[in-house]
């Protein structure tokens, strides 16, 4: 039968050694699963845990451009605009803003200049 619970303090040595033995995950700390403003789940198949799962609030975010070749416009909004931004979802308990994109230049601008990391391949996520 699969149960799920809150994580526990108790749940953190198995965590630790399973997030040290995964090949994705070996730069993560147990912390991450208990940081303030996310839920931690222990997911059980008859009553052995399974699964890890943290949830957070994101800000997911579309971005449309009025112009793609006007770069230093563009830029310059993202610079000043982003910061205001970033602290305004903070301030409202979110934990991280996350878009896609498909324009490798945007990524990384977004990734050197903003602070983002790359997920995958094209999705774009900023931890607060």
Do not use: W
Not at 18 to 32: A, G, I, M, V
Not at 72 to 91: H, S, Y
Not at 97 to 103: E, G, K
Request: aromatic share 10%; net charge negative.
């Amino acid at each position: 039968m699969v149960t799920d619970r809150l994580l526990q303090e108790s749940d953190y040595e198995l965590l630790k050694e399973s997030l040290e033995k995964d090949e994705y995950h070996k730069t993560t700390s147990p912390d991450f699963f208990a940081q303030e403003g996310t839920l931690s789940k222990v997911y059980e198949l008859d009553e052995e845990p399974v699964l890890f799962a943290r949830a957070c609030k994101a800000l997911i975010m579309d971005l449309q451009f009025l112009d793609n070749n006007n770069v230093q416009a563009n830029r310059k909004v993202m610079e000043e605009g982003f910061p205001i931004l970033t602290e305004m979802a903070k301030k409202n308990g979110f934990n991280s803003i996350i878009f896609q994109t498909s324009n490798p230049l945007l990524q990384r601008f977004c990734e050197r200049k903003l602070k983002f990391e790359t997920i995958g391949e094209t999705v774009l996520r900023k931890v607060l």
